[in-house]
C-alpha cells in the first residue's frame, strides 16, 4: 500500500509563491495518475490539480488556472505543486492522491483515488 507525504506548506503573503512536494513510499507511482485536492474549513474537497500518469497531459481547477503548475519526478517518485500568484482564497489544506487506475490520465473526482497523505496547510494572507 502506497503511503503519501506532503509538505511545502506554510504562511506566505497574497502574491507570493509556495511549492508543495508529496513524496511516495511503499510502492512506486510511476504508472498512476496523481492529483492534488484541498480543503478549507466548512467546505467540501475540492479538485486542484492532476497528472497523468507519464506526465503528458495535465488538468487544473479554473480557479488555479495559470497559476499552480502540477509536475512530477518518476525517479524521486515526487509530484509537486507550484503555486504562484497566491490569493487568500487559496488558503486550505491540500492533499496529494494517487489514481486507482494505472496508465490512466488525471481524473477531477476523489472517488478516482485510492491513496491519500495526510494533507499539508497552507495559509495565504491578505
Known amino acids: 500500500q502506497v503511503q503519501l507525504i506532503e509538505s511545502g506548506g506554510g504562511l506566505v503573503q497574497a502574491g507570493g509563491s509556495l511549492r508543495l512536494s508529496c513524496v511516495a513510499s511503499?510502492?512506486?507511482?510511476?504508472?498512476?495518475?496523481m492529483a492534488w485536492f484541498r480543503q478549507a474549513p466548512g467546505q467540501e474537497r475540492e479538485f486542484v490539480a492532476s497528472i497523468k500518469w507519464n506526465g503528458r497531459s495535465t488538468d487544473y481547477a479554473d480557479s488555479v488556472k495559470g497559476r499552480f503548475t502540477i509536475s512530477r519526478d518518476i525517479i524521486k517518485n515526487t509530484v509537486y505543486l507550484q503555486m504562484n500568484l497566491l490569493k487568500p482564497e487559496d488558503t486550505a489544506v491540500y492533499y496529494c492522491?494517487?489514481?486507482?487506475?494505472?496508465?490512466?490520465?488525471?481524473?477531477?473526482?476523489?472517488?478516482?483515488?485510492?491513496?491519500w497523505g495526510r494533507g499539508t496547510q497552507v495559509t495565504v494572507s491578505s
Open positions: 492522491a494517487v489514481g486507482r487506475t494505472p496508465y490512466a490520465s488525471g481524473n477531477t473526482f476523489a472517488r478516482e483515488y485510492d491513496g
Open positions: 511503499g510502492r512506486t507511482i510511476s504508472i498512476y495518475p
